[in-house]
């Protein structure tokens, strides 16, 4: 019996019963449902409050949706989408599906997309166009489209024009509706389209299944109030909204219980933790100081926004001891002119201001960024004034891309007249100095002994272990498989651009949990 069937006899059921109110339940599995999205709408911040659930559960109805059935989830993007591909797949795992890594395999397969550039959404348009072959093989597949793409309205627009092998459409603020859409995409002929543009609430206890058991995600926040203006997430995942803090402590005990050895907080905007929990003034800085009492042997968070970054947090990072000495700290540009048409609300100065400060207070600090070239009108003074800073900051990593206008955003409007190949010549000659500083960077390691959290085998030689350091190096060694999920001493033998070598020289007992 498919699900038509199995709803449909429901429907009867409850129609013959007295129980007149169920029957209206099921009957709207048989309209079509759309709620597209409007960025003009995704931009208000509306004072509304925010509500926090924690009971989420798989309706009644819905149970046993998925027995027999595969899903196979497709992620691209950030690691906040990373983190919501887990909970997708909680929710499948909850409602019977199994798993699955090959898509001519799949009942159901998702594309949980990003809109942070035109290639990452090029790549979701040509995935759909593979999958049509698919669909024609196997007419009861199901195809959705997730994530932050779903949120854009030309985008939603152009699947309903153009990809109609797509089943469903839903956004980044209600994925905890899944077992509904899913139901409507069994019952609708036509696709099922459902995003909020307004956020909603914070949902708590969604189910998981977390990539592996050694490190976590575990999101801090939703959404982002900065609006820089060639940024599309204010839109795509809306405003601000904090966890409460005693929900996250809770979640990275329960990790470290299960014996994870590191976690990393994930928010867009992670600086800006706890502005909007009126009720207490509790800041990323507090949360840290109480997460660092946790027997867990590491601790990160990303993404950090240089404004937000508070004296607190500075000082409560110097306390060291289970957090890490990396901070990524995206800058996006060196000329405080261009800052200011980006809408970064900081300047050069206050920038390397705030440089100084953390590496007065944690003097081993590894410092990344994010770094944009040719955003419009950018001069060749700017740009020289953005290598000028990298050296400044003496950076160890960072992040490089081309401005890509996105559609919906304040810049896209603006008149975009730095050539390509200018445009090009400058991300070169940025990526080679990046090269080099990693390069030197790299270069102390070797003869230095430095704890490693083994993550696996190597990429290229299964023989060959690899892992990353405290400040996120990646080291290469020889060593026994038991080592992988341990913290481990390593000898760096040799070093390259962007990984060490080593030798093993001692397996440290992984914390125990009293
Ligand atoms: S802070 Fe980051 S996520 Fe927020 S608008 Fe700026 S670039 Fe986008």
Same mark, same amino acid.
């Given at each position: 019996?498919?699900?038509?069937?199995?709803?449909?006899?429901?429907?009867?059921?409850?129609?013959?019963?007295?129980?007149?109110?169920?029957?209206?339940?099921?009957?709207?599995?048989?309209?079509?449902?759309?709620?597209?999205?409007?960025?003009?709408?995704?931009?208000?911040?509306?004072?509304?409050?925010? #509500?926090?659930?924690?009971?989420?559960?798989?309706?009644?109805?819905?149970?046993?949706?998925?027995?027999?059935?595969?899903?196979?989830?497709?992620?691209?993007?950030?690691?906040?989408?990373?983190?919501?591909?887990?909970?997708?797949?909680?929710?499948?795992?909850?409602?019977?599906?199994?798993?699955?890594?090959?898509?001519? +395999?799949?009942?159901?397969?998702? %594309?949980?997309?990003?809109? $942070?550039?035109?290639?990452?959404?090029?790549?979701?348009?040509?995935?759909?166009?593979? %999958?049509?072959?698919?669909?024609?093989?196997?007419?009861?597949?199901?195809?959705?489209?997730?994530?932050?793409?779903?949120?854009?309205?030309?985008?939603?627009?152009?699947?309903?024009?153009?990809?109609?092998?797509?089943?469903?459409?839903?956004?980044?603020?209600?994925?905890?509706?899944?077992?509904?859409?899913?139901?409507?995409?069994?019952?609708? /002929?036509?696709?099922?389209?459902? *995003?909020?543009?307004?956020?909603?609430?914070?949902?708590?206890?969604?189910?998981?299944?977390?990539?592996?058991?050694?490190?976590?995600?575990?999101?801090?926040?939703?959404?982002?109030?900065?609006?820089?203006?060639?940024?599309?997430?204010?839109?795509?995942?809306? /405003?601000?909204?904090?966890?409460?803090?005693?929900?996250?402590?809770?979640?990275?005990?329960? %990790?470290?219980?299960?014996?994870?050895?590191?976690?990393?907080?994930?928010?867009?905007?992670?600086?800006?933790?706890?502005?909007?929990?009126?009720?207490?003034?509790?800041?990323?800085?507090?949360?840290?100081?109480?997460?660092?009492?946790?027997?867990?042997?590491?601790?990160?968070?990303?993404?950090?926004?240089?404004?937000?970054?508070?004296?607190? %947090?500075?000082?409560?990072?110097?306390?060291?001891?289970?957090?890490?000495?990396?901070?990524?700290?995206?800058?996006?540009?060196?000329?405080? +002119?261009?800052?200011?048409?980006?809408?970064?609300?900081?300047?050069?100065?206050?920038?390397?201001?705030?440089?100084?400060?953390?590496?007065?207070?944690?003097?081993?600090?590894?410092?990344?960024?994010?770094?944009?070239?040719?955003?419009?009108?950018?001069?060749?003074?700017?740009?020289?004034?953005?290598?000028?800073?990298?050296?400044?900051?003496?950076?160890?990593?960072?992040?490089?891309? $081309?401005?890509?206008?996105?559609?919906?955003?304040?810049?896209?409007?603006?008149? +975009?007249? *730095?050539?390509?190949?200018?445009?090009?010549?400058?991300?070169?000659?940025?990526?080679?100095?990046?090269?080099?500083?990693?390069?030197?960077?790299?270069?102390?390691?070797?003869?230095?002994?430095?704890?490693?959290?083994?993550?696996?085998?190597?990429?290229?030689?299964?023989? *060959?272990?690899?892992?990353?350091?405290?400040?996120?190096?990646?080291?290469?060694?020889?060593?026994?498989?038991?080592?992988?999920?341990?913290?481990?001493?390593?000898?760096?033998? +040799?070093?390259?651009?962007?990984?060490?070598?080593?030798?093993?020289?001692?397996?440290?007992?992984?914390?125990?949990? #009293?």
């Amino acid at each position: 019996m498919n699900e038509k069937q199995r709803l449909e006899s429901k429907q009867i059921e409850a129609a013959n019963s007295s129980d007149k109110k169920s029957a209206k339940d099921y009957s709207k599995y048989f309209e079509q449902v759309i709620t597209a999205p409007s960025l003009k709408d995704a931009k208000k911040r509306g004072k509304e409050e925010v #509500k926090y659930h924690n009971d989420f559960s798989i309706p009644e109805e819905f149970r046993g949706m998925g027995e027999g059935r595969k899903f196979y989830i497709r992620t691209y993007g950030c690691q906040m989408n990373e983190h919501d591909t887990e909970v997708m797949a909680g929710i499948f795992l909850a409602l019977g599906y199994e798993p699955t890594d090959k898509t001519e +395999d799949a009942n159901v397969i998702l %594309l949980n997309t990003c809109a $942070i550039r035109e290639n990452a959404e090029n790549k979701v348009f040509g995935e759909l166009g593979h %999958l049509k072959h698919l669909k024609l093989e196997k007419p009861d597949l199901l195809i959705g489209v997730c994530g932050c793409m779903s949120q854009e309205e030309s985008v939603v627009n152009k699947i309903l024009k153009t990809y109609n092998q797509v089943d469903m459409i839903f956004g980044t603020h209600n994925i905890h509706r899944l077992p509904n859409i899913l139901h409507e995409a069994y019952m609708s /002929k036509e696709m099922v389209v459902e *995003v909020w543009s307004k956020e909603g609430d914070v949902i708590e206890n969604l189910p998981k299944v977390r990539r592996g058991n050694i490190k976590a995600w575990v999101n801090i926040m939703y959404g982002c109030d900065k609006f820089c203006t060639y940024c599309i997430v204010p839109f795509t995942r809306g /405003k601000e909204r904090s966890r409460r803090p005693e929900e996250i402590i809770q979640e990275v005990r329960h %990790l470290a219980a299960q014996g994870y050895q590191e976690v990393t907080l994930l928010g867009q905007n992670v600086n800006a933790y706890g502005k909007d929990l009126e009720d207490i003034n509790y800041g990323l800085g507090n949360l840290m100081d109480e997460l660092r009492k946790i027997d867990i042997p590491r601790i990160r968070f990303t993404t950090s926004h240089p404004r937000d970054f508070d004296d607190h %947090l500075i000082e409560v990072l110097a306390k060291g001891g289970n957090l890490m000495d990396h901070i990524h700290l995206p800058v996006q540009s060196g000329s405080t +002119d261009v800052l200011k048409i980006m809408a970064r609300k900081y300047t050069r100065e206050q920038y390397l201001e705030l440089v100084r400060k953390i590496k007065a207070a944690i003097p081993n600090v590894a410092l990344t960024t994010d770094i944009i070239v040719g955003y419009p009108n950018e001069t060749d003074e700017q740009f020289e004034e953005t290598l000028s800073l990298y050296r400044e900051v003496g950076y160890e990593l960072a992040y490089t891309f $081309i401005y890509s206008p996105r559609e919906g955003t304040p810049a896209a409007k603006m008149q +975009d007249n *730095v050539p390509m190949e200018v445009k090009k010549e400058r991300l070169q000659r940025l990526n080679a100095l990046v090269n080099e500083q990693s390069a030197e960077a790299m270069k102390k390691y070797k003869g230095q002994i430095v704890e490693v959290l083994v993550e696996g085998e190597s990429k290229n030689n299964p023989d *060959v272990l690899a892992g990353y350091t405290s400040r996120s190096k990646l080291v290469n060694f020889a060593a026994p498989k038991s080592a992988i999920g341990k913290i481990v001493k390593v000898r760096i033998t +040799d070093a390259k651009t962007w990984s060490l070598n080593g030798e093993m020289v001692e397996e440290l007992e992984p914390v125990e949990v #009293k």
